[in-house]
């Protein structure tokens, strides 16, 4: 739950909710692209391709992209080839992808710099009888000074956890996978020590490309004790008091084979608690001074009905800034 990218022109994008990609670049991919019936993982896989190669060439124009497509960076709505288009230099070796073929959504999680800054990204695209038909996309640079700790991209790893298949025998359906993620949110949201999920005794979670529990060597939120328990215990402490709100949340993809659930939302920090008391009956000060916000995409691995990992992606964005995505 840390980074910094604040929102540049974001009243005015909010109020341009409706703006879409050039009309050029559109027009040229729908007289291109054959409409598709299905679109199956590999077909998935093959937009997420093409977008990334599209995005190492600064090139927006080699995209299917649907008439109405529409691009967001950070919660705000832009042009495509604006915003991260204009600054990326090159990417990372980390590759996370899960892919959702009921709903034609695929998603990505990555590493990218920009004029040789590193950057943990996130990013979703909808594809609709062979066309992009939206493209949300998270980035958040490594800044020093702020809360929590610093991604180190080039320790960032493939976790083999994301790419297991889980056999049809430990598999929950769709939508008890989405209230597993949706609990999770619910335990965070005014953080009590109270649990509304499900946890596997293993799960981890990692935040900007740095694990925060089971992770004794770091400081998370200014406790040198937190970062080494594990999800829930964690929770049970009500370390995260201070988020006040979990809002706007939305699960666009959820990727049976592998059980995940990807997330989209803000965790909202009004700034009036300066300090908590942990259930332990330790005092813990916040980390947020002032109104502040985070947008989101969090992904869960769920397996026999309990969350086995999340990774998020989180950049700060303006304090209550609505979503230009719907839920």
């Known amino acids: ?65 649907a008439q109405n497509a529409r691009f967001s960076e950070n919660s705000v709505v832009l042009e495509l080839g604006d915003g991260l288009w204009n600054t990326i230099e090159k990417m990372g070796k980390y590759d996370l992808r899960l892919a959702d073929p009921k709903t034609g959504n695929v998603g990505w999680y990555g ?4 004029h040789g800054n590193p950057a943990v990204m996130a990013m ?18 490594r800044e020093e000074g702020k809360p929590f700790p610093n991604p180190d ?3 960032l790893k493939d976790n083999p956890i994301w790419n297991e298949v889980v056999p049809p025998e430990h598999r929950v359906p769709r939508a008890r996978m989405i209230d597993l993620a949706d609990g999770y949110f619910s335990t965070l949201q005014l953080n009590d020590g109270k649990i509304f999920t499900q946890f596997d005794p293993n799960c981890n979670r990692t935040e900007n490309g740095v694990r925060t529990t089971n992770n004794p060597k770091m400081v998370l939120g200014g406790n040198n004790k937190l970062a080494a328990l ?10 995260f008091r201070y988020d006040d709100r979990l809002r706007a949340r939305r699960f666009p993809l959820v990727d049976e084979e592998h059980g995940i659930v990807m997330a989209g939302g803000f965790i909202d920090h009004s700034g009036r608690l ?32 309990k969350i086995r990992q999340v990774e998020a992606v989180f950049p700060t964005v303006t304090y209550g800034i609505p979503t230009p995505w719907k839920n």
């Open 230 to 239: 594990g999800c829930e215990g964690q929770f049970k402490l009500g370390a």
């Open 111 to 114: 590493v990218v710099y920009e």
């Open 153 to 155: 991209p080039e320790k």
């Open 1 to 65: 739950m840390f980074g910094s990218r604040i929102a540049v022109g974001a009243v005015v994008a909010l109020a341009l909710g409706t703006m879409t990609v050039p009309t050029s670049f559109a027009a040229r991919a729908g007289e291109t692209v054959k409409p598709m019936q299905h679109c199956d993982r590999a077909c998935l896989y093959g937009f997420l391709d093409k977008y990334l190669q599209a995005l190492r060439q600064k090139d927006p124009s080699r995209l299917p992209l």
């Open 274 to 305: 300066t300090e908590i008391r942990l259930t332990d009956g330790t005092m813990k000060k916040s980390s947020y001074k002032s109104p502040h916000s985070y947008c989101l995409f969090e992904i869960f691995k769920i397996v026999d009905g």
């Open 124 to 141: 979703r695209i909808k594809i609709q009888n062979g066309l992009m038909t939206e493209i949300e996309t998270l980035v958040a640079p």
